[in-house]
């Protein structure tokens, strides 16, 4: 186990790794010990959860945060939420960074029609907004689940990792071991998966970062377009929802959803450019 001070000279070098990674860290345990530590039942309307006028309950000892518009702990929700927007965003990570991982590589090594062709469907899906194109493939889901949104999200986001990856892959192929072991007799397939595929592995990490936050981001939208998860799912998209129309009498509903989507993102977003700062181009050996 490394050293404290080995830790703290490391976190001074990449200061946005640290406080990414952190971030991150703090969200992936809330996320799996969010049912542990949420105080209440996040679906339940609690018998004090609402004033005698019918409004929300300001942050108090009893809630932290407060209860939803349905006298719900905003607290538990948000807790619960971290795990659906997480299971949502590095689910349709995945989808995206294989899709985009075989889409790009296989135009970028094999060229010629293949690549036209694969580039050409790329670039029709690239021709839709994501949201727009969410938007509509939601919308003709007769039951949307999880596994249907992190299918939909994963599907739209696949386009921009496969553009990158084949621009990398033009690259590799081109370079002087892939040459030499084409030269002595290598497969292709044995060149794809010694020589290509593990140069990949840097851009492959950006990529995951990225898709992560982009995909929490477009969770949270399409929950806030009433086209995500099906209510009273705790979605911070739909807890975002439900607060604009109370952001006047209770302004704290929309301010706690909203702060763990920002944060969520940036943790990311961090990450992502930390790594794309310190990622060394891929030279001329295996």
Known sequence: MPAPGVILAGARRRPLLALGGTLAIGLLLIGLFGSRLAPYDPLRQLPDGLTAAGLPQPPSRAHLLGTDRS?????????????????????????????????????????????????????????????????????????????????????????????????????????????????????????????????????????ASLAVATTVLLDAGLNFLGIGLPRPAPSWGLMLLEARDYYRVAPWLPVWPGLAVVLTVAAFNLIAHDLQSHQSAPGDHP
């Open 71 to 207: 006298g719900r702990d905003v607290l538990s929700r948000l807790l619960i939420g971290a795990r659906l927007s997480l299971i949502v965003g590095l689910g349709g990570m995945g989808i995206a960074l294989a899709l985009g991982l075989a889409v790009g590589v296989s135009a970028g090594f094999l060229g010629g029609w293949a690549d036209g062709l694969l580039m050409r469907f790329t670039d029709v899906i690239l021709a839709f907004p994501a949201i727009l194109l969410a938007i509509a493939l939601a919308a003709v889901q007769p039951h949307r689940g999880v596994l249907t949104l992190i299918a939909i999200i994963g599907f739209i986001n696949w386009a921009p990792a496969a553009r990158l990856f084949r621009s990398e892959t033009l690259s590799l192929r081109e370079r002087l071991y892939v040459e030499a072991a084409r030269a002595a007799g290598a497969s292709s397939g044995r060149v794809l998966l010694r020589h290509i595929l593990p140069h990949l592995a840097g851009t492959a990490w950006v990529v």
